[in-house]
């Protein structure tokens, strides 16, 4: 009987292995495509833009990513493997989507697994595989696995779902050690996805609902024997929030007083609902941005309204009745909550790639209905054709990501009023060297949307470009006035100004940028130039003690100027300060050893205190750089 046991469990782990390995070659058939593709829309910020990746030996800025750094800000985790990829690769697409593309066949096979553990079917295995690779090959599931940063999504995922499969395993251990392993196993998954992204929240929920729909069978009665557990799950949500504040809300675009309204807000997410189901079922057409724009009243979506708050209603009955579907119904909404509820997401209402994981609950539900009224013996027919069709479809749709302007053309074809496509194509076309092109489609933008920083930002570097200073300026104020916090528009507002030659008001603005990005050289080299050359003016005016003045703070931001060092040491000598001018003129030599003026001023200060030989040893120093460099 043992040796009967033994050969069955050797079948079964066979079985999975030949499973794992089919879902890991057709999802690298699919998604083959994208392994070359470029970086496109939030990836720019997140890793090209994003300098916090640049330096692995520095965990500790590896892992606090910039507000700016689009989705890796407030995740540490996905920062360190974005930092990981830039290590090994700097900016080489390929191994950023190698790991997208590994981390989603890992999850589907974590998924693979639960499925198998969990439905209680005689034909689990086929039905399990046949789902799971429906799912991993879905084409509604490309914008998470092909655009590199949207790999939050699918580490989120991965770590809800290995929370899950672990606390499964737990429950199904024959020793209690084992289970006290795999317990343990649940809960650091749930502790290290709070590093991923803001859905782990779900987790302990998703867990508890399994718990009490298929292990104890009550809500209290899985409390009660596991306080202790669920305790310490749910105690990782205080580290999460405290990521999410300390990224200041994902930099202003999550949370309440944003200029969103609660209420225009859950209906356009009523809205949403009903597209990414009816994508799950028909995944055409497929947009990477929907745009901003929002829901403002009940009668601009009544059916959707009506779907959504049926599907509702019939899910909270369930679960008072304790019925089988609701445990779906719920897990769907809730993977859906944190991003698809009432918390305004101001920057992208709506998004594809968060039904990265709430696609499943609808897929499986689809298919138990399927198996239940067709006759089984259609079932692999059809599973077999539909596999084929999304691994097709989905290997096409990777091909749009060989070519961002085509993604963004997509954009405008579904929703001609989306003023982000615009503002994306203006920024591609600029790239390309197409200014009129491109400022044309930043001034469709800005009629569309004239609250838009970023579009007045972009049409200023423009302007800018072809040399209209007071366009540029314009849009650069208004931008400012937009977002008072927006440190490379202060910059080149103050850029702007320098190149007007109005220097006092260039201080202004680049001493904010500073202010709001203390670490950004070139801003504090351009404002110590505004300084010094304030104080040139100064200088030449005989204005010493404000020369003096305007040096000393060129000087405390660009320290190893020798210019400034011997400008200043000029200043210092025309005061008397004979002392202060020598030490002023060795620095300058020092930091740069060929500054003829330096060792000519110096010896000029060496003469008059006497100091002939001296004077003489950098008056020989001055022939021969004159000579090296007439």
């Not at 949500?237 to 999410?244: G, T």
């Not at 314009?474 to 320098?498: D, M, R, T």
């Amino acid at each position: 009987m043992s040796k009967l046991r033994e050969r069955t469990s050797q079948q079964s782990f066979v079985m999975i292995l030949a499973g794992i390995s089919l879902l890991g070659i057709l999802a690298f058939c699919a998604y083959w495509p994208s392994l070359h593709a470029p970086f496109v829309f939030d990836d720019q910020f997140a890793i090209l833009e994003n300098h916090s990746i640049e330096h692995m030996a520095d965990l500790r800025l590896v892992l606090s990513p910039p507000a700016e750094a689009a989705g890796a800000a407030g995740r540490p985790l996905v920062n360190l493997t974005l930092a990981i990829n830039y290590a090994i690769g700097h900016y080489n697409v390929f191994g950023y989507h190698l790991f997208n593309v590994c981390l989603h066949i890992l999850t589907s096979v974590v998924l693979f697994l639960i499925l198998l553990r969990a439905l209680k079917l005689d034909s689990s295995y086929w039905f399990s595989l046949s789902v799971v690779s429906i799912w991993a090959l879905h084409p509604l599931l490309t914008e998470s696995v092909s655009c590199v940063i949207q790999r939050d999504e699918i580490l989120g995922a991965f770590f809800i779902l290995l929370t899950l499969y672990a606390f499964i395993k737990s429950i199904d251990s024959c020793s209690e050690q084992h289970a006290k392993l795999w317990k343990s196993v649940s809960l650091l998954a749930c502790s290290v996805g709070i590093g991923a992204k803001e859905t782990i929240i779900c987790a302990p929920l998703i867990v508890f609902l399994y718990d009490s729909f298929y292990v104890t069978g009550s809500f209290l009665g899985s409390l009660k024997i596991r306080k202790g557990y669920y305790t310490v799950l749910c105690a990782t949500w205080i580290p999460l929030f405290y990521l999410i504040f300390n990224s200041n809300k994902r930099g202003g675009t999550v949370g309440f007083g944003l200029g969103v309204s609660t209420w225009s807000y859950l209906l356009t997410q009523t809205k949403a609902l009903c597209i990414y189901i009816k994508l799950v079922l028909w995944p055409r057409p497929l947009i990477i941005d929907y745009g901003t724009q929002l829901v403002r009243g009940i009668n601009e979506i009544p059916l959707q309204a009506i779907f959504i708050s049926g599907v509702l209603i019939v899910t909270l009955y369930g679960l008072i009745r304790k019925q089988s579907y609701a445990f779906l119904g719920a897990v769907f909404f809730i993977l859906l909550a944190p991003s698809s509820s009432f918390v305004p997401l101001v920057s992208q209402p709506i998004a594809e790639h968060r039904m990265y994981l709430p696609s499943i609950v609808v897929l499986v539900s689809l298919s138990l209905i399927i198996v239940i009224t067709l006759p089984s013996k259609f079932i692999p027919v059809l599973s077999s054709v539909l596999i084929s069709i999304l691994l097709i479809l989905t290997y096409l749709r990777n091909n749009d990501y060989q070519n961002e302007l085509n993604l963004i053309n997509q954009c405008i074809s579904y929703n001609p009023l989306n003023d982000r496509a615009y503002l994306n194509r203006g920024t591609l076309l600029s790239r390309d060297g197409k200014i009129d092109e491109a400022i044309q489609d930043y001034e469709t933008a800005l009629k569309l949307n004239t609250k838009s920083a970023d579009t007045h930002f972009n049409l200023a570097l423009l302007h800018e470009q072809k040399g209209d200073l007071v366009s540029a300026k314009n849009h650069l104020i208004e931008a400012i006035v937009i977002k008072p916090n927006y440190p490379v528009a202060s910059y080149e507002l103050g850029l702007v100004y320098f190149k007007d030659r109005d220097y006092n008001s260039a201080i202004v603005h680049l001493k904010f940028a500073l202010k709001l990005q203390p670490t950004i050289q070139k801003t504090r080299k351009l404002l110590s130039q505004c300084y010094s050359l304030i104080g040139d003016q100064q200088a030449q005016n005989q204005e010493f003690i404000a020369a003096l003045d305007s040096y000393e703070a060129a000087l405390n931001l660009d320290i190893g100027n020798s210019r400034l060092h011997c400008n200043l040491g000029n200043v210092f000598s025309v005061l008397g300060k004979k002392s202060e001018a020598v030490n002023e003129y060795q620095e300058a030599i020092r930091y740069d050893s060929l500054n003829v003026n330096a060792h000519y001023n110096l010896a000029q200060e060496l003469m008059d205190q006497g100091k002939y030989n001296e004077a003489q040893s950098e008056l020989s120093i001055v022939r021969k750089l004159n000579q090296v460099h007439p």
